[in-house]
């Protein structure tokens, strides 16, 4: 996690001035982006009781994020925190799979499978518990997603008549986008535990 020039000099004790003199002459790493520094917590030089009260405090943030958005799925807050029906990608691409599924027409196949793998590796991605499989699962997700839609748009005889028109605009300006947001927030994890 990155911290701000004001955060860690906050948790150093030190003024941001002090601090800014040693980013610049390399006492304590740190890199510029935007004319704003930014310094990793984990490189900080942190005592043990500093380093513990950071973690609280990280803890307790994911906490109380957790606690305001619970999952659909669970029946008490604590229980079932993170749920792949809570995704975006999730909840509007499997409707478009049952649909592409009752159709019942084989050039629409190709369309469901790759949108059922998708969503499958999608619920795999959620359940990861590393950054790494997780990014690289969300990311294969991202690529079937893209798969179906482009068996879709070749299947239909007409793209811009429904229903394939509405599951084309479900899936390019729904599901693609929620699934987008999925890799970039799984980007911006810290290394190891997601």
């Known amino acids: 996690m990155d911290l701000t020039l004001r955060e860690a ?5 030190r003024s941001p001035r002090t601090l800014r003199g040693q980013l610049a002459r390399g006492d304590v790493p740190g890199r510029k982006k935007g004319g704003r520094w930014l310094i990793p917590s984990d490189t900080l030089p942190l005592t043990e009781p ?6 609280a405090k990280a803890d307790e943030v994911r906490e109380l994020v957790e606690d ?3 999952s ?4 008490r807050r604590k229980e079932g925190l993170r749920s792949v029906v809570d995704l975006e990608a999730f909840r509007v691409g499997r409707p478009v799979l049952r649909a592409l599924q009752a159709a019942d027409r084989p050039a629409l196949v190709p369309a469901a ?3 059922e793998r998708c969503l499958v590796i999608l619920a795999e991605g959620c359940h990861l518990f590393h950054r790494e ?3 690289a699962a969300l990311n294969e997700a991202r690529s079937h997603l893209g798969r179906a839609i482009g068996h879709l748009a070749l299947a239909a005889e007409d793209p811009t008549a429904e229903p394939e028109a509405t599951w084309l605009s479900t899936l390019e300006r729904e599901a693609l986008p929620a699934l987008s947001g999925l890799v970039r927030w799984a980007e911006r994890l810290p290394q190891g535990r997601a």
């Open 50 to 55: 500093q380093r513990r009260a950071l973690q």
């Open 9 to 13: 000099a906050t948790l150093l004790g």
């Open 68 to 70: 305001a958005l619970p």
């Open 113 to 115: 499978a790759e949108l």
């Open 133 to 135: 499989p997780k990014l």
């Open 72 to 75: 659909r799925t669970a029946r």
